[in-house]
């Protein structure tokens, strides 16, 4: 069985996924991102047999076992946002609804 972020996430990168050392930590979690928002795009994301992607799989759990992914906690802090100054760590609210606290794990290269 394979993971349904795998299955789009391979399909997002294509010939790429054989040089995955190539792609930095941000643009590969940014793929990472798009490939797991699927999810709410596509009636099938779900596990599923897809032999051809073995050496595929391989490769993206070998890279992201290297770099920023080889942690596995969230890196601290995060950002916070919210239209109440007593709840943000100084960060503008941007394009986040007003009303509620958000919060986002900081990327790879600090942004």
Same mark, same amino acid.
């Given at each position: ?8 996430l ?10 995955? !050392?190539?792609?930095?930590? @941000? ?8 490939? %797991? $928002? +699927?999810?709410?795009?596509? /009636? ?6 897809v032999?051809?992607?073995? !050496?595929?799989?391989?490769? @993206? ?8 992914? %080889? $942690? +596995?906690?969230?890196?601290? /802090? ?10 943000t ?14 919060? %986002? ?7």
């Open positions: 069985m394979k993971s349904p972020v795998l299955i789009e391979v399909r997002r990168l294509g010939d790429a996924v054989h040089d995955l !050392d190539g792609i930095d930590d @941000v643009d590969l979690y940014e793929e990472i991102v798009f490939a %797991a $928002g +699927h999810q709410h795009a596509a /009636p099938d994301f779900h596990e599923r047999w032999s051809d992607l073995d !050496d595929a799989e391989a490769l @993206v759990r070998n890279r992201l076992d290297n770099g920023w992914f %080889a $942690g +596995h906690l969230v890196p601290t /802090p995060q950002a916070w946002f919210s239209s109440s100054p007593e709840a760590n100084h960060l503008s609210i941007g394009e986040k609804p007003q009303g509620a606290l958000w919060t %986002a794990s900081f990327l790879p290269d600090g942004a």
